[in-house]
């Protein structure tokens, strides 16, 4: 496996930044956010460091050249969201600048683009269903035919009112993981697993790895501590704000030794990324680089060094 990170907590920063940190920290690889230039929705959102809309050949080759300077890869291009908005023009914006990631990914030679399906949020998952295959069968076979594979990640994305009852993002269970790939059966459609949104919704985060072996595309580590106390106080109909807190990998209550086993047993060799959400290492960019070292320094006891 790669230890690699998730470059949406390094924002003020050039992608020559984020990449020359994850060297001097340790990293072997990155995913790349790729949102369209421009103000962020919400936060972690909105980030460029590769700008798929400007893909001039010095721009392609100055990537290449950064990532064989430092040694780090580019695990995937991530862009998240909501391509089955009940906002028509939102939806169909996503869905334009999606296919321009998945089909900039070669151009840098990446063949993984990491994104949510999304999901009109006022409507249960049986009436968001024929949309969801309008709208993904296409898109999937534009990732097929250019040789890319997409890794749909498993956040329910539900923190605000907004979102409420059923949150930005189909991909939540494995119930619906089974449905999305019978429907959508092509070897180019997987998961961006993250084993902390099975912990906040009370699932077991290690059995869906064995199950869906085949569709593990790329991993995001991060760890979730759950409030008790608000848990009990607010039950789990409550906005998963009263009770979850998303934490550094070894902060919370995810069994890093555990998933980092049964992943070994499933014969998954790729990308493990840390994904920082964890608002104690958000005051300034030092602190976020300082949860990025300590992410690698924690994550090291279970992913080894490269041998060189």
């Known amino acids: 496996m790669k230890l690699g990170f998730v470059t949406a907590i390094l924002p003020d920063l050039s992608f020559e930044e984020v990449l020359r940190h994850a060297a001097s920290l340790g990293y072997q690889c990155v995913e790349v956010m790729c949102w369209p230039p421009g103000k962020a929705e919400r936060r972690y959102a909105g980030v460029t460091h590769l700008d798929v809309t400007d893909l001039s050949s010095d721009s392609v080759e ?102 409420w009852p059923g949150g930005k993002n189909l991909a939540v269970s494995p119930a619906i993981w089974r449905r999305m790939f019978e429907d959508i059966p092509s070897s180019s459609f997987g998961l961006n697993y993250d084993p902390s949104h099975m912990v906040f919704q009370h699932m077991d985060y290690l059995q869906p790895m064995q199950e869906f072996s085949d569709r593990l595309f790329h991993i995001h580590a991060k760890d979730v501590r759950i409030d008790r106390q608000g848990l009990n106080d607010y039950g789990v109909l409550a906005l998963p704000s009263r ?58 006891n279970f992913i080894a060094r490269p041998v060189k």
């Open 243 to 300: 009770y979850h807190h998303p934490k550094l990998p070894g902060l919370g209550e995810v069994d890093w030794g555990k998933f980092c086993s049964v992943l070994g047993d499933t014969g998954y060799d790729g990308p493990v990324c840390v994904e920082v959400e964890d608002r104690v290492y958000e005051a300034t960019t030092m602190t976020r680089v300082q949860s990025l070292q300590q992410s690698h320094d924690y994550l090291r």
């Open 62 to 163: 100055n990537v290449q050249r950064l990532c064989d300077e430092t040694g780090v890869s580019i695990s995937g291009l991530g862009y998240y969201p909501n391509p089955l908005s009940p906002d028509l023009q939102e939806a169909a914006a996503a869905v334009a600048h999606l296919r321009e990631v998945i089909q900039a990914a070669p151009r840098f030679g990446v063949s993984q683009v990491n994104s949510f399906v999304g999901r009109d949020w006022t409507k249960t998952i049986d009436a968001n269903w024929p949309r969801f295959l309008e709208t993904w069968k296409p898109l999937v076979e534009l990732a097929e035919s250019v040789g890319v594979r997409i890794g749909i990640e498993n956040c329910p994305m539900l923190f605000s009112d907004d979102e």
